[in-house]
C-alpha cells in the first residue's frame, strides 16, 4: 500500500505518518522509486503502536523510540517487551528518593516486580503524599487494596495478545491509559453506593 492507503488504514493523516517516519518512529517502507515506497501490514502494526505511545500514552517522540528499540531488539520475554513500554508511561517522577516501602510491600505480597519499575517510585510518592497529611496508610489497608488491583491485572494480562509484540505492546499502553479513567469513575461510583447503603441513615 501506498502512504496515503497506509494513513486511511490507520486513520493517522498523512502529516504525521510523515512525521513518524522521519523520526523513526515507523520504519521506511520498500522504496519504489525516487519519491514512493509501499507499505504492509508490519507498518500498520507499527503505525498504530507509534500513536497509542505518543497520543494516548503522552510520551515524547524520544521516549517512544526507546520503546520501540526495545521491541525491536527483542530484548528477552514479551513480559520485559511489555514492561519497557508500561514503565515509559507517564507520570516519571525524575526523585533520587529510594521507594524502600513499596518496594518491601511489593515483596510482602509476592509480587514479582523490577526493584526499579517506575510504579514503585509512584506507590512511593503516594503513601508519602497520605503520611504528610496525616492520614497514613496501614499495611493492611494497602493489602487489601493490592489483592483487589491483583485481581484487576489478570482481567488486563488475559486479554492481551501473544501473537505480536506490536498489538501486544499497544494494548498494554492503551489498555492503561484508556481503563485507569474507567477504574477512577467506577471506585467513585461505587464509594457512592456503599454510601448510601451504610451511612445514609447517619
Known amino acids: 500500500m501506498r502512504i496515503s492507503e497506509l494513513s486511511r488504514v490507520t486513520g493517522v493523516p498523512v502529516a504525521t505518518v510523515k512525521y513518524y517516519l522521519r523520526e523513526g518512529l515507523v520504519p521506511s517502507g520498500r522504496a519504489t522509486g525516487a519519491t514512493q515506497a509501499q507499505y504492509d501490514e508490519s507498518h500498520v502494526a507499527r503505525l498504530r503502536l507509534a500513536r497509542a505511545l505518543v497520543q494516548v500514552g503522552g510520551l515524547s517522540v524520544a521516549s517512544a523510540r526507546d520503546v520501540l528499540a526495545s521491541l525491536d531488539a527483542g530484548k528477552g520475554s514479551l513480559h520485559r517487551v511489555l514492561g519497557a513500554a508500561h514503565s515509559a508511561l507517564p507520570p516519571q517522577l525524575a526523585d533520587d528518593h529510594d521507594p524502600t516501602r513499596a518496594r518491601e510491600l511489593a515483596t510482602a505480597w509476592g509480587w514479582r516486580v523490577h526493584p526499579d519499575a517506575a510504579a514503585l517510585r509512584q506507590l512511593e510518592h503516594a503513601l508519602q503524599a497520605l503520611a504528610d497529611v ?11 487494596y493490592a489483592d483487589l488491583a491483583h485481581r484487576i491485572a489478570e482481567v488486563d494480562v488475559a486479554g492481551v495478545p501473544t501473537t505480536s509484540t506490536e498489538e501486544a505492546a499497544t494494548t498494554v499502553v492503551v489498555g492503561t491509559v484508556l481503563w485507569e479513567p474507567v477504574l477512577l469513575a467506577l471506585r467513585r461510583l461505587a464509594q457512592e453506593a456503599v454510601s448510601a447503603e451504610v451511612l445514609d441513615d447517619y
Not at 496525616?134 to 487489601?144: C, I, K, Q, T, W
Request: aromatic share 0%; glycine share 10%; no cysteine.
Open 134 to 144: 496525616g492520614a497514613p496508610a496501614s499495611d493492611e489497608r494497602l493489602a487489601r
